[in-house]
């Protein structure tokens, strides 16, 4: 448990080293290195199929890279396993909830598959993302951007530090786009970090560093 | 990590499937239905011929019951990957082995189960002798649960593709073979009165070695069909 102290008490760091992907015999990228640090954002822009969604899904250990290694504060993830996935939240296309039970539900299971209680109460995070008043509406009744707003509710319940979000502003409306970015904010300023591609102009305050990287442009 | 909330974990995770299950008790019952009907219908298909069918009613109630499991299989991570709730269970902060098992037992609640249930009934309609009946309770309730773990791979292994279907039956019923046979032999041994601790005993070592080794190998192969 001694390493778990001194985490918390220095900086985390989340760094990549010379990342290569491939898919279908085509190099989707490589070389690629960067690390992201307390309060930033990284940015991932490209063109369709430029891997964004590929990278993501390696950031959090879901998918292998050909070759290249991601660390969190200086250990290999794949090394850290569970040690490593409690610190992550990750939003991927899918909203990852299940449409027959309702929103109260899936939020439970999500801090259930996390570390211990901790993060906000599942109500507190309903209504942070606008669904207060939905907690007992079976969740294959709510629209396209509701749901996309639960699995934004997910990422809340847990104390997670880093944040994988793809393309998290799908079906969103204007007001919710905005919405939600306030809580990413709120996040980062909170000493978290989040790594997310948008198709959407991220709306950021000035003082929040973004680390933007543009596949299609390497 | 705590063990408590790791407990905590799996107990959620056993309810959420129980609960999901329950919402559509609709597909609950195929199963079943398809077992109490392949059983019902072989005495007809036999004729009226009881020392014959009670010959084959052990084979019958046991080939029912893998046939059924297979065709439960496939729903048992199916809808977790469509709709993206797999890709959460690899990314919870818990080992997924655990969480795999919790996910398994709450499958075998729901599927393998009920055929215990509903097999001394059947039982009795294929004339197997009343000493013999606790014999095969005995083989389900052991056998039954190695049948889901087993699958559990399989399913794994499968459930990124499209029409996984027949790859997963030649993959999982080779490995249900010795399951059919001990169980089978089990019951048959025990209608004409002859001890059936030596099969009792292989199927007890086949469903422990299967909980230990079928969790982490459905947990690798989970992470092989998302990667």
């Keep these: 448990m001694t390493s778990t102290l001194t985490d918390t008490a220095s900086a985390d760091c989340f760094e990549a080293k010379a990342l290569v992907c491939i898919r279908d015999d085509r190099i989707l990228f490589e070389d690629l290195s960067f690390s992201v640090n307390p309060g930033q954002a990284l940015v991932l822009e490209g063109r369709n199929g430029s891997g964004k969604t590929s990278l993501l899904r390696i950031l959090c250990g879901i998918r292998l890279p050909e070759s290249g290694e991601i660390a969190w504060n200086g250990k290999d993830i794949f090394k850290l396993g569970p040690e490593f996935r409690e610190h992550i939240a990750y939003l991927g296309h899918k909203d990852g909830h299940k449409p027959d039970l309702t929103p109260l539900e899936n939020l439970r299971i999500a801090q259930g598959l996390g570390k211990a209680k901790t993060g906000i109460g599942l109500e507190e995070a309903l209504e942070q993302v606008g669904l207060y008043g939905f907690e007992d509406v079976p969740t294959r009744n709510m629209s396209a951007g509701q749901q996309r707003r639960l699995a934004i509710a997910r990422l809340l319940v847990t104390d997670a530090k880093l944040w994988i979000l793809d393309e998290p502003f799908t079906s969103l409306d204007r007001m919710g786009i905005e919405h939600m970015e306030r809580l990413f904010e709120a996040h980062l300023q909170r000493g978290g970090m989040a790594a997310m591609t948008t198709h959407h102009r991220v709306g950021f305050r000035d003082e929040i560093k973004l680390v933007r990287i543009n596949l299609s442009e390497r | ?227």
Aim: hydrophobic share 60%.
């Design chain 2, 1 to 227: 990590m705590s063990t408590l909330s790791l407990t905590s974990a799996f107990v959620l995770l056993f309810k959420r499937d129980l609960t999901l299950a329950y919402r559509r008790r609709a597909e609950l019952v195929n199963p079943l239905l398809f077992f109490v009907l392949v059983t019902a219908m072989f005495p007809l298909g036999i004729g009226n011929d009881p020392v014959l069918i009670e010959k084959v009613g052990p084979g019958v109630v046991w080939v029912a019951a893998l046939l059924s499991a297979l065709l439960s299989l496939d729903a048992m991570f199916r809808s977790d990957y469509e709709d993206g709730a797999l890709e959460q269970f690899m990314l919870s902060a818990h080992p997924v082995s655990i969480l795999v098992l919790a996910k398994v037992l709450a499958h075998w609640m729901v599927t393998g189960l009920p055929l215990f249930i509903a097999a001394p009934l059947l039982a009795m309609m294929l004339h197997i002798p009343d000493e013999a009946i606790p014999t095969l309770m005995l083989t389900l309730i052991l056998g039954t649960p190695v049948l889901s773990l087993i699958g559990s791979v399989g399913v794994a292994l499968t459930v990124g593709l499209r029409r996984g279907g027949v790859l997963l039956s030649l993959l999982v019923l080779p490995l249900f073979v010795p399951v059919l046979i001990f169980a089978t032999d089990a019951v048959h041994t025990a209608s004409v009165g002859i001890p059936t601790t030596a099969q009792i005993s292989i199927l007890a070592a086949m469903l422990v070695g299967s909980l230990v080794l079928a969790p982490p190998a459905t947990a690798a192969s989970l992470r092989i069909s998302l990667s």
